[in-house]
């Protein structure tokens, strides 16, 4: 019996469910099946099933109301599973942990993002093994690669504050040192500088003001936006 589905008598959908194929009755069982119905007729039912345990062949000759009714529920589950129930069972057992950590013991169908990328956890309590290395690692299937960085449009793109392990592409904008650079040429690790060619200062930001009335002492070059 199912948590699922506790008025029905089988295990879907909380497991597979165990099924006994039938078979037709033959001559070499026969007598047995007469003993059989002689138990029922006689209302000895506990004979009867005795018998049934003690001969499985001939259990799989019998077809009674306790397998019909199990045929039933198992087709009910069915139903109200795939009518009613399937999208929460698909959200439960397919979550979004978050980003990837080591020390989470990860159950089958976790889904967790790292580097960029999005993984899926393969098997129960996967712990330790990292999903980076997705190409080998049974543990993970990636469900989520991340793609080449492509170059900027036209027009300066911002690409927030550099740093020394982005590539950063032409007239890509980025800040440093309260600066804002435009890129000139393709490149990375390259620091923006005064007499780097790979960068042209568009914006001195230490210059920059913001206030209600423009201030009578600002900067040559500087740059005040007015608060309204």
């Known amino acids: 019996m199912s948590a699922t589905y506790p008025t029905l008598g089988n295990d879907f959908p909380d497991a597979k469910d165990t099924m006994k194929r039938m078979s037709d009755l033959n001559y070499t069982n026969k007598a047995l099946a007469d003993q059989y119905y002689s138990y029922l007729n ?13 001969n499985p062949t001939l259990d799989s000759m019998i077809l009674n109301a306790a397998k019909i009714n199990r045929f039933n529920d198992i087709a009910l589950s069915l139903e109200w599973f795939f009518k009613d129930d399937v999208e929460t069972y698909l959200e439960l057992r397919f979550a979004y942990i978050g980003e990837y950590d080591s020390g989470v013991p990860y159950v089958k169908g976790n889904i967790v993002s790292l580097n960029g990328e999005g993984f899926i956890c393969r098997l129960n309590s996967s712990v330790g093994v990292s999903p980076i290395a997705h190409t080998t690692n049974t543990n993970w299937a990636i469900i989520a690669k991340q793609g080449a960085q492509g170059e900027s449009g036209t027009g300066l793109a911002p690409r927030g504050i550099w740093n020394s392990s982005t590539t950063f592409y032409v007239n890509d904008c980025a800040s440093h040192n309260n600066i804002l650079w435009q890129c000139l040429v393709q490149n990375s690790a390259s620091e923006p500088a005064s007499g780097n060619t790979n960068w042209l200062a568009l914006l001195d ?14 900067a040559v070059n500087g740059v005040w936006l007015q608060i309204l």
């Open 42 to 54: 006689a209302g000895n039912f506990n004979a009867a099933q005795q018998l049934l345990s003690d």
């Open 205 to 218: 930001l230490s210059t920059l003001v913001c206030s209600a009335t423009q201030p009578t002492n600002q």
